[in-house]
């Protein structure tokens, strides 16, 4: 079976940087035509997709959040990495990580196949 496990600060002080991992077992983060994904639940509003490494290694961006996220894997230990700078009390989230075919990710409401159990992420001083 496919799992997805987020680990990273479940803390993290404003104008600081998030980086947060996620680690695939049971599939290979090079498998053709893959996405992994990252996406947000905010309390009190809708999910947020924050951006993808494909498997070849390119990055995808959220436009609203492009200046402040970077992307990234490491092959040999199967993770991929999200980076967000400068955060604020307002990035207080669950973070999810997730993994789409390409059919799903290039669908209209870009769906997953898989999901993390999500983590949870405060901003506080």
């Known amino acids: 079976q496919v799992t997805l496990q987020e680990s990273g600060p479940g803390l993290v002080k404003p104008s600081q940087t998030l980086s947060l991992t996620c680690t695939v077992s049971g599939a290979s983060i090079t498998m053709k035509e893959y996405y992994w994904a990252w996406i947000r639940q905010i309390p009190g509003k809708e999910p947020e997709y924050m951006g993808a490494?494909?498997?070849?290694?390119?990055?995808y961006f959220n436009p609203r959040l492009k200046t402040r996220t970077s992307f990234s894997r490491d092959t040999s230990k199967n993770q991929f990495t999200l980076q967000l700078r400068s955060v604020t009390p307002e990035d207080t989230a669950v973070y999810y990580c997730a993994g789409a075919s390409d059919a799903k990710f290039w669908s209209p409401r870009r769906e997953y196949d898989y999901w993390g159990q999500g983590t949870q992420v405060t901003v506080s001083s």
């Open positions: 490494i494909s498997f070849s290694g390119n990055p």
